[in-house]
């Protein structure tokens, strides 16, 4: 059997041309600023795409660049000048930031109702606690391609391998919320192919490259490959041996084209979310 191969980019692309058609019908226009210090190329990068999404989907776009050696006292005053902007609905910094800010202290500083990545500590509740906040942009990507794949998550056992802020975590609560059996496994945990060839559902967020192999997937499993590694050849591929897998598993998602597309969907997806609640509320 050939896995079923999830296109990020088709699901992405109606999603994008979702929330655009939502945009288009508003009274307003939604504002997204995303804020990049230093000049990592990687994040530089990422910050286009977005932007060139945002802009793409009717929304006011802006990026603040700042000097890598800029003092955390201004970032956070730059923040404070966001927080307080009526045309700035979502606001994201770029990480990683440079290592003498504390990354921690910026995500707090953010205005949780304009928390489009969903980090800040009164969000990351919200989602622990099953309440309505904004939820960061990678897992509820992964959540709309398991959606579309036609993916039963109630009683389902679901494995996330990684445990980070970013998706390792929240993407564990949000197979929770839908009601999955959800084992998170990491770095220590024993016998870690044991582990994964348990899972109906298999989300691999480790950033080692092609770490997960035939061998570690349960037959008929849902693969989900949030890794992104570019090889020394310059080759780009995720934290799953795609190519093993796909006469193992029964759905896979693909890298480039699987995930990564789904993030900055959702990105655009939590702004126009931001700035309809964020006018509610002033109403
Ligand atoms: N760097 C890598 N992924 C992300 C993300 O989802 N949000 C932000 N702000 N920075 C990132």
Aim: aromatic residues 2%; charged residues 20%; neutral net charge.
């Amino acid at each position: 059997m050939t896995a079923r191969i999830v296109d990020g980019k088709a699901v992405a692309a109606d999603l994008r041309a979702v929330v655009a058609a939502r945009i288009a019908m508003l009274p307003f226009v939604p504002g997204l600023t995303v804020v990049l210090v230093g000049d990592d190329p990687a994040s530089a990068v990422y910050v286009r795409s977005k932007d060139r999404a945002a802009k793409d989907a009717g929304i006011l776009a802006r990026t603040v660049r700042m000097a890598a050696d800029t003092p955390q006292s201004a970032l956070l005053d730059e923040i404070a000048r966001l927080n307080a902007d009526p045309e700035t609905d979502g606001i994201l910094v770029q990480l990683p930031l440079p290592a003498h800010i504390d990354a921690e202290a910026v995500i707090q500083a953010i205005d949780p109702a304009k928390d489009v990545d969903g980090f800040h500590p009164a969000n990351v509740a919200a989602l622990a606690m099953g309440r309505p906040g904004l939820v960061p942009c990678t897992p509820a990507g992964v959540m709309k391609l398991l959606q579309h794949a036609g993916v039963v998550l109630s009683g389902a056992r679901a494995l996330v391998l990684g445990r980070s802020s970013i998706v390792g975590r929240p993407m564990a609560a949000l197979l929770l919320a839908a009601d999955a059996t959800v084992t998170i496994a990491h770095s220590r945990t024993r016998d870690l192919p044991a582990e994964c060839r348990r899972a109906d559902v298999l989300i691999a967020a480790t950033g080692r490259p092609e770490m997960v192999k035939a061998d570690w997937i349960g037959a008929g499993a849902t693969v989900i490959d949030v890794g992104i590694n570019r090889l020394p050849d310059g080759r780009l591929v995720g934290d799953v041996a795609y190519a093993e897998c796909l006469d193992r598993a029964g759905a896979i998602t693909p890298v480039p084209g699987g995930v990564g597309p789904m993030t900055i969907a959702c990105l655009l997806e939590n702004t126009l979310e931001a700035a309809i609640r964020r006018r509610q509320a002033v109403l």
